[in-house]
């Protein structure tokens, strides 16, 4: 009897260490020092569950058993998981499908395509810039559809203090789609907007300000109905004139200081040839 209870506190210790993250779910490596869970590491790593990287003047690779692959700029700290990466400081290069996704600021960046790769970068003010170089990426609060990335554009996600998690202005272009309208963004996200007679804005750019509202179900890539309490054409209100939207506490604009990826910016250019 003793040796069966023996059996079962060394079982139950394993599970409770194998629960508390000690699976290696990837591999970290870098051209230089780094630290792992607190530990300062030269060269490689196994990572687990849970595990903190911090990077200093050199980037990190991440290879995940699940296919991911991550590239950690330099100064930068982010705690991975399974099917996540939390990015607390710095840029992180991504490539990966929608199965991963990135966390920052209290937004979720998703792969939307296979092969998707894109540059996520935690900048002054609280801002989140987002460059997608292959593929697409979903930005996303709290369910809530924020924006499309795609290769060649870079936007950036600004929280608004004190601002309502209902509010919504933006400017996009209005249609109309078995009996419902629509107002796709700026910012590439489809909303059904209502409480207002948008039949004569029909293929027009408008500005748009409302609340948003309950979704009754979630429809991929369309976003919450929004209540309009002001519709214009585009232009006459001042909308959209340094942003793209402002939905749920959050600033959509254009950024800037992002577009080649992180491992390619930080090898040696080539020197001339003589």
Known sequence: MLRKLQVAAILSCMFSYAAAGTVSIGTVSARGDMRVDSYVVKGNATLFD????????????????NGTEITMST????????DRLVLQQGQSELAA????????????????ERNSRGVVALKAGNTLEVAAL???FGISRNGIPL????????????????ASPTS??????????????YLTSD??????????????????????????????????????????SLVAIHGSTGIGLGKLL??????????????VGIYDASQPTSPPSI
């Open 75 to 82: 100064s930068s700290r982010g705690t991975l998981y399974r």
């Open 147 to 162: 924006a499309s990335v795609r290769p060649g554009r870079v936007l950036s996600f600004a929280m608004q203090a004190g």
């Open 134 to 136: 292959n593929g697409s």
């Open 97 to 112: 499908s929608g199965s991963f996704w990135l966390e920052a600021n209290g937004l979720r960046v998703t792969p939307r």
């Open 246 to 259: 402002l939905i749920s506490g959050v600033i959509v604009g254009t950024g800037i200081g992002l577009g």
């Open 168 to 181: 919504f202005s933006g400017a996009g272009i209005v249609s109309f789609e078995n009996g419902r309208y």
């Open 50 to 65: 849970g595990s903190v990287v911090e990077t200093r003047q050199a980037t990190a690779d991440f290879r995940l058993d």
């Open 187 to 228: 910012a590439g996200v489809k909303y059904e907007i209502t409480c207002k007679d948008f039949h004569k804005y029909v293929g027009m750019k408008v500005d748009v300000t409302g609340t948003v509202q309950p979704a009754a179900t979630q429809v991929e890539d369309v976003g919450p109905p929004i209540c309009a």
